[in-house]
């Protein structure tokens, strides 16, 4: 059982969320014949349109075929393992998927992605995992093979296999995944830090050289709409959650008391 401490360890050191991601696919199909695996990020559970409309991912194993058929039917906004990801605490084996699905008890708009996936992957396991107040969901799904036999193995492993994708999600820092995607600027980050210190508007303005006030609520309404949220206090609170903060912006002696109080309950 060295082994998964082994991959802990490799999983902490390794340098970048792709490194780790790899390290943790890799292991997870050569020791337990996972072929595809899944691990998506969620940064806003507070409804279905949210979980299905803000997230990140890393994919690998799935045939391209599989992917194209997701993304051209718009598959994720119906998907079933996510929801139950986002919202979930057990691990959910996908052959209960497919035993709601014979018995005819999903939605349509939810059979359908089901049925999809049937035709590529034949057993798995969807994983809901949660750290710092951030949810996310590892899926791990094998091609090819019986329902009954993978089963039967995860209900013998899957207390290593869920401390490993714990401590991958643990590890992970999305940071830069998310600037890129929610297309988030070099200016917006400076102004959300500088707002996370306490700095009022002139304060911010006199920092990043600018005259006009709405400038700065400018920057944050950006911020409010990558993230889903509806005040600064919250904006803060869940860019402090994403890592989208330096770490020094949160030292209690930086932070207005308020916002301090307010991330450090996270």
């Known amino acids: ?30 020791e337990y014949g996972y072929i595809g695996v899944n691990y998506v990020l969620f940064t806003d559970t507070r409804s279905l349109e949210t979980i299905h409309g803000n997230h990140a991912s890393k994919r690998s194993g799935l045939p391209d075929e599989w992917r194209e058929i997701y993304q051209r039917n718009n598959y994720a906004r119906d998907d079933l393992g ?21 018995e005819e008890k999903l939605p349509p708009n939810i059979a359908r992605v089901v049925s999809g996936v049937r035709d590529f992957v034949s057993s798995g396991v969807v994983i809901p995992l949660e750290a710092n107040g951030i949810r996310a969901v590892v899926g791990l799904y094998d091609t090819s093979g019986i329902i009954a036999n993978h089963d039967a193995r995860f ?20 940071s830069s995944d998310l600037i890129t995607q929610m297309g988030l600027s070099e200016m917006n980050l400076k102004v959300l830090r500088l707002k996370a210190q306490g700095l009022r508007v002139k304060e911010i303005l006199y ?60």
Do not use: C
Request: no cysteine.
């Open 82 to 102: 996510m929801r139950m990801g986002a919202l979930g605490h057990k691990p959910m084996l996908q052959s209960s998927f497919y035993r709601l699905l014979h």
């Open 207 to 266: 920092e990043i050289q600018r005259d006009n006030p709405k400038t700065v609520d400018n920057h944050m309404r950006r911020l409010r709409k990558a993230l889903g949220t509806r005040n600064d206090i919250e904006t803060v609170l869940r860019a402090a959650k994403l890592g989208l903060l330096q770490e020094d912006s949160l030292k209690p002696h930086q932070v207005n008391p308020q916002l301090y109080e307010a991330l450090t309950r996270r």
């Open 155 to 174: 209900a013998k492993r899957w207390p290593v296999i869920q401390t490993l994708a714990n401590h991958l999600h643990l590890s992970s820092d999305w």
């Open 1 to 30: 059982m060295n082994a998964p401490f082994d991959l802990m360890v490799d999983i902490t050191e390794a340098p970048s969320l792709d490194a780790k991601y790899e390290i943790f696919s890799n292991f997870i199909k050569s």
